[in-house]
């Protein structure tokens, strides 16, 4: 199994995806010898902008102080990880190449929101692909794009040249948008924190759940 996984276009695009986020690690870990501080900032933008999206990422990268170059190239570098793996994966677990429950579940629910944008992109092709991945909807971003790209039947190549230039094209403009709004009225904070509720919204009723099953646990003993 792992020689035909390795001979496939999508095992070594997830070879690359493990390569990448060794790099990371290594980049954060010697960042930290010197600069613990900037360590710890580039480790908490990684997971904002995993969890909460380009706009999270930029936004924190601003917030603390980040230029323009290496924001754009650090959201960018962390928009290529994840594709590496989400793509890779989709396609493996829907070709069972990779027959693991919980990331066959994941990839369903991908699945699921490409096939409800895959129509209406359809003829476009490939702009469409770039059009939406640029978007700054809930909806839209590489992960999806990918995938619907992959639907389409678009060439490795064709899909991620969409993909990669409408991410970095969106990058590019959250930061530019970002930082006028930092230089002009100085609301930056205000509009991650806006961010963050937003990211938030979705997962409320599991926090709840959360919050009030754990303080009955305590009232209970």
Not at 54 to 63: E, K, N, S, T
Not at 152 to 159: G, T, V
Request: contains cysteine.
């Amino acid at each position: 199994m792992k020689y035909t996984l390795l001979n496939t276009t999508e095992g070594r695009l997830l070879l690359s995806g493990i390569f990448l986020s060794l790099l990371l690690i290594i980049f954060i870990g010697f960042t930290g010898i010197t600069e613990i501080q900037t360590a710890k900032i580039l480790a908490l933008v990684f997971f904002a902008h995993t969890f909460g999206g380009r706009a999270a990422g930029i936004g924190l990268c601003i917030i603390n102080g980040f230029g323009a170059f290496s924001t754009i190239a650090y959201n960018f570098y962390i928009e290529v990880l994840i594709v590496c793996f989400t793509y890779s994966g989709f396609v493996l677990s829907t070709t069972n190449y990779l027959k693991i429950q919980w990331l066959k579940k994941l990839m369903d629910r991908l699945s699921q929101k490409a096939l409800t944008q895959k129509e209406k992109i359809k003829p476009l092709g490939w702009i469409g692909i770039f059009f939406f991945v640029m978007a700054p909807l809930p909806v839209t971003g590489p992960v999806v794009g990918s995938i619907i790209g992959y639907m389409l039947r678009l060439s490795l190549f064709r899909n991620f040249s969409a993909t990669f230039l409408g991410t970095f094209s969106a990058i590019i403009i959250w930061f530019y948008c970002f930082d006028f709004l930092e230089q002009r009225y100085h609301m930056i904070q205000y509009l991650f924190g806006a961010i963050v509720i937003i990211v938030l919204i979705p997962y409320f009723k599991k926090i709840k759940k959360f919050i009030f099953n754990h303080t009955d646990t305590k009232k209970n003993e």
